[in-house]
């Protein structure tokens, strides 16, 4: 983390968030009443990830919940799943001057957070068989090999496409997360078995909310000891928008069988399909099964990451780069220079289209 900014400047109504004592006497019930109660839950997992008490749950139909319970007897209101729940609040500017540094300050009306680079990348590797351009799994797969990290927390799928956390130690396990799994879960969990397991520089690929958990754990005034130094680099997604797990029971139902599919896509206003064939759902007629948490949301383009990746802006075949902060430029650039990934500048069109996507996203969530 770079520039830790001192008190000044701060606009007192923020450093209220930030302040350590405050949360202190909240427990499990006062985050089910202002979060899950409300149905504003992003299921991000990081309240799940660093207390014990705290479990998925998963319920079927839906109508089902994502949503974290309470597994214990008593809790003991210690104010952890409260301070560090990214929708009690999310104190942005302040995270941004301590992940980023004082200097650099979001422009009014800025929709793209902060950054230093956005370019469009494909991965050299042959082998990496990505969702766009193979970029996240290749950026990793240095970062691993150069010691920058010694694991990667990354999605995988089993047979029915249901996420699963992967501890990847290898290049060979990387290449096991690559390809979008559109299905929410709190993936934020495989940081805590990254930990269990012993890695002291972990590295983790999530969506926009995640990277606010996880910021906000590393930069809020805290007395807890959760391990969260060990964390080193944030790969954020875009995203627009996520689905329940029964997105995938729906479309087994009515289109193919999960195990047939080779890759899920979202393009414009159609969720694809590919299988033997390509089937293509209005975005509509899914609806439905949009994750609860997901429409409050006004993060598209992952603004807290280190790297922040996605496909629109780019070409077929590529993805969409943006480097946030000083480790995260230097792993794009040593990947293209040690020959992981190709890189060029993003067109003035793919930027715009991210623009206007991101008002939108932000609009909606207002
Ligand atoms: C739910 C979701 C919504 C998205 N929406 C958009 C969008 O609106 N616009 C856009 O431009 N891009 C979106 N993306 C990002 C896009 O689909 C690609 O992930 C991105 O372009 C990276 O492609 P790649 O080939 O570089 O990555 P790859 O090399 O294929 O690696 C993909 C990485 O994504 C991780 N991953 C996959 N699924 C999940 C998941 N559910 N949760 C956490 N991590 C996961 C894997 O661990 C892997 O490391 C979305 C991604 C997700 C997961
Ligand atoms: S948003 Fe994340 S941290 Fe907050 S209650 Fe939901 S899973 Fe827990
Ligand atoms: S829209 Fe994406 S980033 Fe936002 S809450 Fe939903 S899954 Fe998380």
């Known amino acids: 983390m770079v520039g830790v900014a001192g008190a000044a400047g701060l606009e007192m109504e923020e450093r209220k968030y930030v302040r350590l004592p405050i949360f202190l006497e909240r427990g499990f019930l006062d985050l089910k009443r202002d979060v899950i109660a409300k149905r504003i839950c992003s299921f991000c997992g990081t309240c799940i990830a660093f207390c014990d008490k705290i479990k998925p749950k998963n319920t079927a139909g839906k109508d089902g919940e994502n949503e974290p319970e309470f597994v214990a007897e008593y809790d003991t209101i210690c104010g952890l799943c409260y ?3 990214p929708r009690i609040s999310l104190p942005l500017s302040e995270i941004e001057r301590r992940t980023f540094g004082e200097e650099r300050k979001r422009e009014e009306g800025d929709v793209l957070g902060v950054y230093r680079s956005c370019y469009a990348v494909r991965s050299k590797k042959g082998d ?7 970029a996240v799994t290749s ?3 240095y970062a691993l090999e150069e010691g920058m990290i010694d694991c990667a927390v990354i999605t995988t799928s089993d ?5 699963i956390p992967k ?3 290898s290049y060979e396990d990387l290449k096991e997360g690559a390809g979008t799994k559109y299905s929410i879960y709190p993936g934020v969990v495989g940081v805590k078995e990254a930990i269990e397991e012993g890695c002291s520089a972990i590295g983790f690929v999530g969506l926009p909310c995640q990277m606010q958990g ?3 754990v590393q930069t809020v005034e805290q007395p807890y000891d ?3 130094e060990k964390v080193k680099l944030l790969i954020g997604l875009f995203c627009m928008e996520n689905f329940k797990m029964d997105l995938l029971d729906y479309i087994a139902k009515n289109y193919v069988k999960l195990e047939r599919v080779s890759k899920f896509d979202i393009k414009g206003k159609e969720f694809l399909v590919y299988a033997d064939e390509k089937y293509s759902i209005p975005l509509d007629e899914i609806k439905e099964y949009i994750a609860e948490g997901c429409p409050v949301c006004m993060d598209y383009t992952a603004e807290l990451a280190d790297i922040s990746v996605g496909s629109v802006g780019s070409e077929e075949g590529w993805s969409t780069v943006f480097t946030r902060t000083e480790k995260g430029e230097e792993v794009v650039k040593g990947a293209a220079e040690k020959g992981y990934i190709e890189v060029k500048g993003i067109e003035k069109k793919g930027l715009g289209l991210i623009r206007r996507l991101a008002t939108s ?6």
Not at 129 to 134: C, F, T
Not at 159 to 163: D, I, R, T
Not at 361 to 366: D, F, P, Q, Y
């Open 128 to 134: 990496i068989k990505g969702q766009d351009g193979g």
């Open 167 to 169: 501890v990847a130690k």
């Open 361 to 366: 996203k932000r609009k909606r969530g207002e």
């Open 83 to 85: 301070t560090f729940c």
């Open 226 to 228: 959760v391990g969260i």
């Open 139 to 141: 950026l990793l797969a």
């Open 159 to 163: 047979s029915q496409w249901k996420p």
């Open 214 to 216: 996880l910021r906000k």
